[in-house]
């Protein structure tokens, strides 16, 4: 059986490494080694980021019939849209205080 701990999304964006995979994987899957080779990272360096990334779900992993010992990682878009979701919401409040701040000093201006 397969136990993972819920990561923070935004503790696995965190990293600068892990938001490379990120974005190549955002081009299609890969396997781990080519995910180290691109990034630069060692293998059992990539290791610990793939895991903090499959445990926040932003990257699923998959088992190749031909090769079971060979895994391929994927980009979950839809665990981005929670994150997106937030950031959205965080500009459209900023935006309003910004707009409130403004008619106030505006209004101390006349």
């Given at each position: 059986?397969?136990?993972?701990?819920?990561?923070?999304?935004?503790e696995a964006l965190a990293d600068p490494t892990r938001r490379q995979v990120i974005q190549l994987l955002g081009s299609g899957p890969r396997r781990a080694g080519e995910l180290a080779e691109d990034v630069g990272a060692s293998p059992s360096a990539l290791s610990r980021?793939?895991?903090l990334l499959l445990d926040?779900?932003?990257v699923t992993d998959e088992r190749i019939p031909e090769d079971a010992r060979v895994r391929l990682f994927r980009l979950r878009p839809e665990s981005l849209a929670a994150v997106q979701a937030y950031l959205d919401q965080?500009?459209?409040e900023w935006r309003d205080q910004l707009q409130s701040f403004q008619r106030h000093v505006e209004d101390r201006q006349r």
């Open positions: 059986m397969k136990y993972s701990c819920f990561v923070d999304p935004f980021h793939l895991k926040a779900s932003i965080l500009q459209a």
